[in-house]
């Protein structure tokens, strides 16, 4: 099974800050990755797929990078409607979820 | 816009199983598209529990795959799942979501509301 590893689980940062979200997957996956934005009570929703493409309708604010094992999710200035729970997913081999990470705002 | 309903009881005994439905509308189930099911427990993160495309092909999690089963009825543009054996971990807010197909898999772009199924005796 792959398992993926975000980091940090949790972070705080204020509006207009850019902000890092890190996930690591235990073998390579190339570039099979998306990325979700999940708010309290809601369905997630995609951000991100095939690690750096931006699905249609998501702020330009939101990037991904990253192949192979290392992939980072960046908000280039934080806003308010950010605050929520970031998931990184890898589909190379099945799917798995990493074990999120909650965005505050200062 | 293509938009998942799921449906199902709420309540379901230790040992039973589960039952859910997930129905598609604005759209095909027949498409190129897989249909996923993702649980959440309260409190925790997402699980991945398993896909089926409209010809039948499944892709299950290797941890819950002795317990799954995967449906699909195209005349009722639905899909459907069932885990047999449920204890109190199977507690969890059920999401049905598409994974799109654009020439290759390109994530969940669609997702159902959830509904919450606990075990309980």
């Known amino acids: 099974d792959i398992q993926m590893t975000q980091s940090p689980s949790t972070l705080s940062a204020s509006v207009g800050d850019r902000v890092t979200i890190t996930c690591r997957a235990s073998?390579?996956?190339?570039?099979?990755l998306a990325w979700y934005q999940q708010k309290p009570g809601k369905a997630p929703k995609l951000l991100i797929y095939?690690?750096?493409n931006l699905e249609s309708g998501v702020p330009s604010r939101f990037s991904g990078s990253g192949s192979g094992t290392d992939f980072t999710l960046t908000i280039s200035s934080l806003q308010p409607d950010d605050s929520a729970t970031y998931y990184c997913q890898q589909y190379s081999n099945y799917r798995t979820f990493g074990q999120g990470t909650k965005v505050e705002i200062k | 816009q293509v938009q998942l309903q799921e449906s199902g009881p709420g309540l379901v005994k230790p040992s039973g199983t589960l039952s859910l439905t997930c129905a598609v509308s604005g759209g095909s189930i027949s498409s190129s598209d897989w249909w996923s099911w993702v649980r959440q427990p309260p409190g925790k993160g997402l699980e991945w529990i398993g896909e089926?495309?409209?010809?039948?092909?499944?892709n299950y999690n290797p941890s819950l795959k002795s317990r799954i089963t995967m449906s699909v009825d195209k005349s009722k543009n639905q899909f459907s799942l069932k885990l047999s054996s449920v204890t109190a971990a199977d507690t969890a807010v059920y999401y049905c979501?598409?994974?799109?197909?654009?020439?290759?898999?390109?994530?969940?772009?669609?997702w159902g509301q959830g509904t919450t199924v606990t075990v309980f005796s």
């Open positions: 979501a598409r994974v799109v197909v654009r020439g290759v898999i390109s994530g969940m772009d669609v």
């Open positions: 073998q390579s996956i190339s570039s099979w």
């Open positions: 095939k690690a750096s």
């Open positions: 089926i495309h409209h010809s039948g092909s499944t």
